[in-house]
């Protein structure tokens, strides 16, 4: 019997050990893919727009948006889970239609700021963009 005893504590160690490894090896994972830590926006109205997540681990992800493809940036709002939530947009330029859009690039997916916060980087893009727009064009 203390044989069979020991076979079996040893397999139950070894299942835990293994359930604690996929644990850590999963919360690494998250860590390093998906929870965000911060969310910068970058906005320079003669090149782009750079959109900078930091991940938990450190990790950085950026997008870069040329500015002759940004139509404009505006505030949406969305119903989820019976309540209204505001989020900010670039709205892309569509190439063949000057007046239509082609795509919706959400920001600030993961930090979800305040609409207080929101407005206020709002009108520091359309100050930037207004001046884009008034600027002279050189050819």
């Not at 190439?95 to 709002?122: A, N």
Request: net charge negative.
């Amino acid at each position: 019997w203390s044989s069979l005893f020991a076979w079996l504590v040893l397999q139950n160690c070894m299942v835990l050990s293994a359930a604690i490894f996929i644990t850590l090896i999963g919360l690494i994972v998250y860590l390093h893919f998906v929870k965000i830590d911060q969310e910068s926006l970058l906005v320079i109205g003669s090149l782009g727009i750079q959109v900078t997540s930091s991940y938990a681990s450190g990790k950085e992800s950026t997008t870069f948006i040329e500015m002759s493809q940004v139509k404009d940036v505006v505030i949406n709002e969305a119903i989820h889970m019976q309540k209204v939530i505001y989020y900010l947009c670039i709205l892309l330029q569509d190439p063949q239609d000057p007046q239509g859009v082609s795509e919706v690039v959400p920001l600030f997916q993961s930090s979800k700021p305040r609409l207080d916060c929101l407005m206020e980087v709002y009108k520091s893009c359309q100050e930037i963009l207004e001046q884009r727009k008034t600027a002279p064009q050189s050819s």
